[in-house]
């Protein structure tokens, strides 16, 4: 999207027309120009203008309904309605039909440049802020949710199903799977995506302060509150509230939050009447929602009114398919962010990111690849580059080279898994004494702390 630049003068009048385009072509603008209404339409079609100085008075069909349909055809354009003195009014009635601004002939060079380069500034503000709705909408967009496994798939189905409702929506999955990010893609595909989304971890809100957090509060409603407050509910009127490990929140706010939701209404903390809330609530939790309604950690009636859409986001250990990509997508950003020379992964490398549990998830897996890049030597990382927990909890089933065929591992990995097994049983065999362990083996002290950390022993 090219920054704001183009002018677009419709005058009949060939004289004002040439000085103009002098003018304005002088101070770097790109100038067109138009001897009807007729015309700059047809020219605002084929190369939409950022500014248009539009004359009243046009043969044929008028300035005013000109601009009306300018503001239809090209939205954003900023149009200056030029009029004759004694005919302001009609110069107000334009603006309130689209136009931004007017100027009265006979005019001053400065003053049109002057209201120009302000429509133009207006206009770039403009252009910014839908540059950056653009790049957050990409951000969190359900197209950066990576992955193609069936899991994955299913419940990306079922959210961008839950984005075209207004429905209250529960996400269940572990740490690390994910969660806010498909939150947050949902409200971004959503009706309420030019609204605000508030975002609240229910574990981190102190007990003390949890009802004013979320209803806020009236001045000197308790001790500190010095000035009224809006709550979470009140910020995210319109839009969106996430509620993050909701099965945290105290049982008795539970029991307001209902309420809340229920009646569409909040009361701030030491306030009388209920202040209107237009509310979408999202919740998400890192436990299986069912099991902490029967332990008592969330109350059966929010969660039923929570769940009317439920999504559960798979471990990644349930979509191991997809590592690959997601592994490659983190290895290229921590390319870009952290100058890492590393490019792709070894057949090694990759198995044993294939084979680990990732009981951190996306979030370990994220973190480990980052690790591995900034600890690779080359361009290529390999087995021994990744962190110590993905090369421990793969050793067995390297180990078990035997049962693999030759063209499946590398080298280095069948070498790994002898040296590891064999360190392993001789430090057990000498109960975790590291100098006779290295003397039985016949490397040196230094070595062995090397080869323990290698292989997180």
Same mark, same amino acid.
């Given at each position: 999207m090219t920054q704001p630049n183009r002018v677009l003068i419709v005058d009949d009048e060939a004289k004002i027309r040439r000085v103009l385009v002098r003018l304005l072509g002088d101070e770097g603008y790109e100038v067109s120009e138009a001897d009807s209404g007729e015309k700059g339409l047809a020219l605002a079609a084929d190369r939409p203008p950022d500014v248009v100085v539009m004359d009243q008075n046009l043969p044929g069909m008028s300035g005013q309904e000109a601009t009306e349909r300018l503001v239809e055809q !090209?939205? &954003?354009? *900023?149009?200056i309605m030029v009029t004759a003195f004694g005919a302001i009014d009609r110069a107000v009635d334009a603006m309130r039909r689209g136009a931004y601004d007017y100027l009265t002939k006979p005019f001053d060079n400065d003053e049109l440049l002057l209201r120009v380069g302000r429509a133009m500034e207006t206009r770039r503000l403009a252009h910014e802020v839908e540059s950056l709705r653009e790049a957050l909408g990409e951000r969190h967009s359900f197209a950066r949710i990576l992955g193609e496994s069936q899991a994955l798939q299913a419940a990306v189905h079922m959210a961008r199903r839950a984005a075209q409702s207004d429905m209250s929506v529960l996400v269940e999955g572990e740490?690390?799977?994910? *969660?806010? $990010? $498909?939150?947050? +893609?949902?409200?971004?595909?959503?009706?309420?995506?030019?609204?605000?989304?508030? +975002? =609240?971890?229910?574990? !981190? =809100?102190? !007990?003390? $302060?949890?009802?004013? /957090?979320?209803? &806020?509060? /009236? *001045?000197? !409603?308790?001790?500190?509150? &010095? +000035?009224?407050? +809006?709550g979470r509910f009140e910020q995210a009127d319109g839009g969106t509230l996430f509620l993050d490990e909701i099965t945290e929140m105290p049982a008795e706010l539970q029991a307001k939050l209902l309420r809340a939701l229920e009646e569409g209404e909040v009361t701030r903390v030491g306030g009388g009447a209920p202040l209107p809330v237009n509310v979408r609530v999202i919740a998400a939790t890192n436990r299986v929602a069912a099991e902490a309604v029967k332990a008592g950690r969330l109350r059966e009636d929010l969660y039923h009114r929570l769940a009317v859409i439920a999504v559960r986001m798979p471990p990644l250990r349930e979509r191991r398919e997809d590592i690959p990509l997601l592994a490659r997508h983190f290895l290229l950003t921590a390319g870009k962010q952290a100058g890492a020379q590393a490019a792709d992964f070894s057949a090694a490398a990759l198995r044993r990111l294939e084979t680990y549990d990732w009981p951190g998830n996306v979030r370990e897996l994220c973190n480990a690849v980052q690790s591995a890049a900034v600890m690779a030597e080359g361009e290529v990382i390999h087995s021994c580059d990744l962190p110590a927990a993905a090369q421990a909890a793969c050793a067995e089933g390297a180990a078990a080279g035997a049962d693999e065929a030759p063209s499946d591992r590398s080298l280095s990995d069948a070498v790994g898994a002898v040296e590891r097994k064999m360190i392993a049983q001789v430090l057990a065999e000498e109960g975790g004494n590291r100098t006779r362990t290295a003397e039985r083996l016949g490397i040196t002290r230094k070595t062995l702390l090397a080869k323990i950390a290698q292989y997180g022993l």
């Open positions: !090209a939205p &954003g354009v *900023k149009v740490s690390g799977v994910g *969660k806010e $990010l $498909l939150v947050r +893609a949902i409200h971004q595909e959503s009706p309420r995506r030019d609204g605000p989304f508030v +975002a =609240v971890n229910c574990a !981190a =809100v102190p !007990a003390d $302060l949890v009802e004013s /957090e979320f209803f &806020g509060h /009236e *001045k000197g !409603a308790f001790t500190g509150a &010095g +000035a009224s407050r +809006a």
